[in-house]
Nanobody, 116 residues
Framework: QVQLVESGGGLVQPGGSLRLSCVAS????????MSWYRQAPGKEREFVGI???????NYAESVKGRFTISRDNAKNTVYLQMANLKPEDTAVYYC??????????WGQGTQVTVSS
């Protein structure tokens, strides 16, 4: 059974930091590109960052220089380190695993709220 379980969300003040984790099971983690997406209230889900199988990483312009995605294939875990958080980063953050259009999975999401 495929599972992606996110954790690490919470309430943080502007300028603060959080680290999200996503633990995967039920598939060959190292063969999948792992991404983070987010969805704010009333908005569509948007791409945040990706860790590709070959090791390259890409980010949305809105988070470049503030967010870092990393993965530990031995632990089947992908991380999203978020720094200098802004109120507009408030959203539910989702983990995604992708190998093809037939093999893509989503986690249940974790809430991040940036507010003073």
């Amino acid at each position: 059974q495929v599972q992606l379980v996110e954790s690490g969300g919470g309430l943080v003040q502007p300028g603060g930091s959080l680290r999200l984790s996503c633990v995967a099971s039920g598939f060959t983690f190292s063969s999948y590109a792992m991404s983070w997406y987010r969805q704010a209230p009333g908005k569509e889900r948007e791409f945040v960052g990706i860790s590709n199988v070959g090791g390259s990483r890409n980010y949305a312009e809105s988070v470049k220089g503030r967010f870092t995605i990393s993965r530990d294939n031995a632990k089947n875990t992908v991380y999203l380190q978020m720094a200098n958080l802004k109120p507009e980063d408030t959203a539910v953050y989702y983990c995604n695993a992708w190998r093809s259009t037939l093999y893509t999975y989503w986690g249940q999401g974790t809430q991040v709220t940036v507010s003073s």
